[in-house]
């Protein structure tokens, strides 16, 4: 049984969301990390004896034949595996009166912390759907004394939260006004300034909980001064993990902040994609040989197990991904969902969404 990936399970919970019982006989059971399978086995088997007291013969039928293909499921394995085990069964079928028995049995992404049984109208998804959740977010400044943008790294997608200007004027200086008196003006209003942007990051962070670490970038001295100065809430200079020298203070700074983040948000998603397209166009630049692009010749490299990476588009057809990934894993290659979240991605999926990184020329 392989595990399964995060975009994999997205795609599974997709699927089973859609499906509805005419009675509760859609059962979900799920073995935590380290349980014994054969504890769940026999509670399957007690659970058989209760089920035959339903009263609807059909919904009888239903449930116990579903109960008895799960715990043959069951039988052929030796242990749990290492995340634990989830499995859903079930009568899927739309016609009144006729039985179509479906079994799904996955090893999830990350360790399954509960144990369950329950036969329902629809299938139990909740412990599983945390798992594709994004469990943590970064807040992103990025500012120099004229303006300021807010934003916020959320997997592989970056938000403009808030875009803010100072007022601050130019260094030529109004008529008859002091060098001192005009240094003394702008000052003032850079502080304030300052003030503004602490202000708007505590209102959009302070009760953030999914927030993991703040990273600032600006030109030298202004994000220095800023951090400094120690105009964020305390809470907030505790969450900061970085500050980088850059010269963009919008939204396109928020990109270059991130870009220039990299060992900073090493084990963040945007960075591992970005560094497997990197690498998918570099090859493709100097040995276009030992790359891919499109269905066949991808399909055909993969049968002669020549695939290191395998790369896939979000966007192509599920079917399709799903049938590319099963051969990537039966010859040991690795296999990546590129999304259309970034400029690269976007670029990856025009040049047909399907491609592959060679481990030899085919």
């Not at 073995?31 to 059909?58: M, P």
């Not at 993990?241 to 990109?255: A, M, Q, T, Y």
């Not at 290659?333 to 670029?347: H, L, P, R, Y």
Request: aromatic residues 6%; neutral net charge; proline residues 3%.
């Amino acid at each position: 049984m392989a595990r399964l990936s995060k975009d994999e399970l997205e795609e599974l919970l997709e699927t089973l969301k859609n499906y509805k019982g005419k009675h509760t006989e859609l059962i979900s059971v799920y073995i935590s990390e380290g349980y014994d399978v054969n504890s769940v086995q026999k509670q399957l088997e007690a659970e058989k004896s209760t089920a035959k007291n339903i009263k609807s013969s059909t919904t009888r039928k239903n449930v116990v034949d579903a109960l008895d293909k799960i715990v043959r499921q069951l039988k052929t394995l030796k242990r749990t595996p290492e995340n634990g085990l989830a499995l859903f069964c079930g009568n899927i079928s739309n016609v009144e009166g006729q039985q179509d028995l479906q079994l799904w049995d996955i090893e999830p992404p990350m360790p399954l912390k509960v144990r369950l049984y329950r036969c329902d109208k629809e299938f139990v998804l909740e412990p599983l759907q945390s798992m594709i959740e994004i469990s943590e977010v970064f807040g992103l400044l990025v500012m120099d004394r004229k303006e300021a943008a807010i934003g916020l790294l959320e997997g592989k997608r970056i938000e403009v939260l808030q875009k803010m200007t100072s007022g601050v004027p130019s260094k030529i200086r109004a008529g008859g006004q002091s060098s001192q008196r005009f240094h003394r003006i702008t000052e003032g209003l850079t502080k304030e300034f300052y003030k503004r942007i602490a202000d708007e990051m505590k209102k959009i962070f302070f009760d953030m909980p999914k927030l993991k670490g703040i990273i600032i970038g600006g030109p030298v001295p202004t994000k220095d001064e800023f951090i400094e100065g120690e105009y964020l809430a305390t809470k907030l200079r505790e969450k900061l993990i970085g500050r980088v020298d850059i010269g963009g203070s919008d939204e396109s700074g928020l990109k270059e902040l991130v870009e220039k983040s990299q060992d900073i948000l090493a084990d963040q998603e945007i960075i591992h994609e970005k560094k497997v397209l990197e690498k998918f166009f570099e090859t493709l630049g100097e040995k276009p040989d030992l790359t891919t692009r499109g269905e066949e010749i991808t399909r055909n490299a993969l049968k002669f197990g020549a695939v290191e990476t395998l790369l896939l588009s979000k966007k192509i057809n599920s079917k399709l991904s799903k049938e590319l990934i099963s051969m990537a894993k039966n010859t040991g290659a690795n296999a990546e969902i590129i999304s259309v979240d970034t400029s690269e991605g976007e670029q990856f999926n025009n040049l047909s969404g399907i491609g592959a990184i060679l481990r030899f020329r085919v």
